[in-house]
């Protein structure tokens, strides 16, 4: 196993009282797994990603019963131990590469200070390895790329320069934290394609962070979804987007154009949207987090929190004490 | 047509969008311009200067300059009330008076720099105890507390530079610290902490960076206030002592014979004039170049 997490909880004290932005979240990740963590805004998805790289701001206080990385254990690490781990074990790719480069330095110097960082290497040697890594993500005249400051760069090609940063040191774990958010549609694919591939290349795990569903469906192996802080359902990715129990992933399936079939609307009609707002997290709301939301909601959702159970026989989990029986869901809503 | 076409669509360096920006600013390219001709002097004063600028010359006691009755083109700018040569007395102290101004530059830039980046970088306690300091500075007014710590320290070139500088690093430190608390929050920062850059590495080689033009055009304008400051304690005889050709202290010994003898005040106030003039010029220019909010 690489990424164990076990009832993590993040909270943040701020001036109107605590926050909690995460609450007893659980998962793993094995070698080679692509993870897809999907949620609306503020539903903790970067939270999470921050907490896994030791990069929570100081006012955070986070808990967990178990956090390992490797078998490291995460909670134990001081600054410095955090400083060697990160780049090393853990990389991420942020939402906008424009911003996440730094405009003083061209591509090049920041690819070789990236490697400096963690391996015992000459600068010519870096240089070397650094026009390999351009090669690598696919950047074409990548001699001439590597001279390029990120203002001459477009949004695309900055993000395969963010990506080639990350696998510099062949991490174990990538984190991509909306990596396509920022980018043209066109462009999108090219990226999600490229970070499939050198996932599979360099046998890395992949948590895919995103709020868009068509992202994960089709680059995942597993799919988590979040809502306010927990896991709402979690899966195989194929069960979670065509068996779909939790009224909160499938109202966000529902939501994604695609869904609709061609044949039974046009494409005149509006498209259903989850009603509400996501829960303040200072005043959450009793019981299922999800229930002032749901259109299934009953009594016992309103007065006790569900618990995250196994489906029996498949590897699915869910927090809903009514999931949606899959033949009768998809008859009425699509 | 298609050449220039592609010349256009390339995109400018930042030196370029900045050279072409200072350029069409004609109070500095003029600034600048007088700055390089006082530094040239001061570079090379002692193949300039006629005479040795302590020399003294026996009879000739406060000779006008040659342009008025009783001058003579031996002294081309008379002499002072000992005969000694005006003209390569300023010449002499122009390598002294920009240098002292470089000098108390870098040294209130450096220090204030590294205590700015360190509040700005750490806040909180580290924050709080420098920013305490800079307050209780700058709640003395600046030419006083100069002079007190000059008295301090003893009269001289060298505790004048100390002097003015201590009075000059809060200016660094309030700048750096604002400089950089808005930089932290950008998202290369997280991401260079992401690749497991240390403290040091993203204070010095990532931040720092992002804060160098309005760095450089508060250098510019400290230069002229660390030189104006620098002759304002040897006027008052606590900087640069007699002998030393230093503006300010020629002025200081002018000042008896104001009335009798108006060029030995006029020609090193004129210099001293001219080259806060022309920094504080250039000084504008690159902030009007560097500065993206007063782009045209």
Request: glycine content about 8%; some cysteine.
């Amino acid at each position: 196993m690489l990424l164990d997490v076990q009832n993590l909880t993040i909270t943040f004290n701020t001036k109107t009282g605590p926050l909690t932005a995460v609450r007893n979240l659980s998962f793993q990740m094995e070698m080679g797994e692509t993870l897809g963590v999907v949620g609306e805004s503020g539903c903790g998805k970067s939270i999470t990603n921050l907490a896994i790289m030791g990069l929570l701001p100081p006012q955070a206080v986070t808990s967990a019963t178990h956090l390992s990385l490797e078998g490291k254990n995460l909670l134990s690490l001081n600054e410095r131990e955090w400083q060697c781990l990160r780049g090393k074990d853990v990389a991420m790719i942020f939402q906008d590469p424009m911003s996440a480069l730094n405009p003083c330095y061209s591509v090049g110097d920041q690819l070789i200070e990236t490697l400096l960082v963690h391996a015992e290497m000459s600068r010519s040697d870096a240089a070397l390895e650094s026009l390999n890594l351009m090669e690598q993500v696919g950047i074409p005249a990548p001699k001439e790329r590597l001279k390029a400051y990120p203002h001459e760069l477009s949004g695309g090609m900055a993000q395969r320069v963010m990506i080639a940063m990350a696998i510099s040191s062949n991490p174990k774990l990538l984190i991509a934290d909306e990596p396509t958010t920022a980018l043209d549609v066109t462009i999108q694919d090219q990226i999600l394609r490229l970070l499939k591939d050198i996932q599979e290349k360099r046998q890395m795990s992949l948590m895919l962070v995103t709020h868009d569903l068509g992202v994960v469906a089709q680059n995942t192996d597993r799919i988590q979804v979040m809502y306010a802080g927990e896991v709402v359902e979690a899966g195989l990715t194929q069960d979670v987007i065509h068996h779909s129990t939790h009224p909160y992933t499938f109202g966000l399936l529902a939501g994604h154009p695609d869904a609709r079939k061609s044949g039974e609307r046009n494409h005149k009609s509006r498209l259903p949207s989850i009603q509400g707002m996501v829960p303040n997290l200072r005043q959450r709301p009793k019981g299922c987090q999800f229930h002032p939301r749901c259109s299934f909601a009953q009594d016992t959702c309103r007065l006790e929190a569900p618990q995250l159970t196994v489906t029996p026989g498949i590897s699915r989990a869910t927090r809903c004490y009514y999931p949606l029986n899959r033949g009768e869901g998809r008859t009425d809503q699509c | 047509m298609e050449l220039e076409q592609a010349k256009e669509l390339t995109p400018q360096t930042p030196f370029q969008e900045f050279y072409q920006s200072f350029a069409l600013n004609k109070g500095a390219v003029i600034g600048l311009a007088v700055l390089l001709f006082f530094i040239a002097v001061g570079i090379s004063s002692p193949f300039l200067a006629p005479y040795d600028p302590t020399q003294l010359f026996d009879g000739a006691y406060r000779l006008p300059p040659f342009f008025s009755s009783g001058g003579n083109t031996k002294f081309l700018l008379g002499t002072d009330d000992v005969g000694r040569d005006i003209l390569s007395r300023l010449i002499h102290g122009t390598a002294l008076s920009l240098g002292v101004g470089i000098m108390i530059v870098v040294v209130s830039l450096v220090l204030g720099t590294i205590f700015g980046l360190l509040a700005g970088y750490f806040g909180k306690s580290v924050d709080r105890t420098v920013m305490r300091f800079t307050d209780i500075v700058m709640a003395l007014p600046s030419t006083l507390l100069a002079i007190v710590v000059a008295a301090i320290l003893g009269p001289g070139l060298v505790n004048a530079v100390w002097a003015v500088s201590i009075v000059a690093i809060p200016n660094y430190i309030r700048l750096v610290r604002a400089l950089v608390m808005a930089e932290k929050k950008r998202a290369y920062v997280m991401a260079a902490q992401a690749y497991g850059a240390g403290h040091i590495r993203i204070m010095v080689s990532e931040i720092l960076p992002n804060c160098t033009a309005p760095i450089i055009v508060q250098a510019t304008l400290g230069l002229s206030e660390g030189i104006l400051n620098a002759a304002a304690l040897g006027f008052l005889g606590l900087g640069a002592q007699p002998p030393t050709p230093e503006w300010g202290t020629m002025l200081a010994d002018a000042r008896p014979f104001l009335e009798n003898s108006p060029w030995m005040v006029t020609f090193p106030g004129l210099c001293i004039l001219l080259v806060v003039l022309a920094l504080n010029l250039v000084g504008d220019g690159l902030r009007d170049a560097l500065d993206p909010r007063l782009k045209r």
